[in-house]
């Protein structure tokens, strides 16, 4: 069977169930919970320090009200890491790489912090549609296009995560089986291809977390807004 490049994001299937949810559960396996039984070692602690800063860069920009979303916020940043960095490995699926995953985190989040704006101070919150000192015959407009964005924001995340993910995770095969293909041919070639697809991977690495941050702070970023 003829496989192509894009078979790597299809949803892999046992039994004729697919088993996409599992590898969305599967990394929240990974991380211990201890209690106060546990004896410290290197791993909790670790894994400790990691929540608190994560938590720290996250909630610094927000006030009291908002810091009832960490818990949320911290929890989809671990998870999104998790999934993007177990998604590196060799024979494994990326349930990011998929539109429809990521816009079902996206988009009640951000329905969420929208109508937490409206509830708590709807004027300021309507009032980010009409810039101050906007002229009469441009109001209209303004209003349209600060809708639109707005509107557009959840799109834009679901669809940011999922192009950077599949993209990376593209080249990485391409520059793979290049790489496989001149060893019989061009052994320098094929020594100097994988030594670019080794950099690639640490690039895809750093990718993998930046993206996974970048996804949650725009969420409190969008949280800060209407609070």
Request: aromatic letters at 6%.
């Amino acid at each position: 069977m003829n496989l192509s490049f894009f078979d790597q994001f299809t949803s892999p299937h046992l039994l004729g169930i697919p088993l996409i949810l599992l590898s969305m559960l599967f990394p929240t396996l990974l991380i211990p919970s201890p209690d106060n039984r546990w004896v410290t070692n290197r791993l909790s602690t670790l894994q400790s320090w990691c929540i608190s800063l994560i938590t720290k860069q996250l909630m610094t920009p927000l006030n009291k009200n908002g810091h009832k979303w960490a818990l949320i916020l911290t929890s989809l940043m671990i998870l999104l890491l998790s999934i993007n960095l177990l998604g590196l490995l060799p024979y494994t699926f990326t349930p990011t790489t998929q539109l429809s995953m990521n816009m079902a985190l996206a988009f009640p989040l951000w329905l969420a912090t929208l109508l937490t704006g409206l509830r708590n101070q709807p004027s300021a919150s309507l009032g980010h549609l009409l810039p101050e000192g906007t002229p009469t015959p441009l109001i209209p407009a303004l209003i349209l296009i600060e809708t639109t964005s707005l509107l557009i924001r959840p799109l834009a995340l679901g669809v940011r995560l999922t192009a950077n993910l599949t993209a990376g995770h593209l080249l990485i095969q391409l520059i793979s089986t290049a790489s496989t293909a001149l060893l019989s041919i061009m052994p320098a070639i094929s020594i100097l291809t994988t030594t670019i697809l080794l950099l690639l991977t640490i690039l895809e690495v750093a990718v993998a977390m930046i993206q996974a941050y970048v996804f949650v702070l725009l969420l409190s970023l969008y949280l800060q807004e209407n609070i």
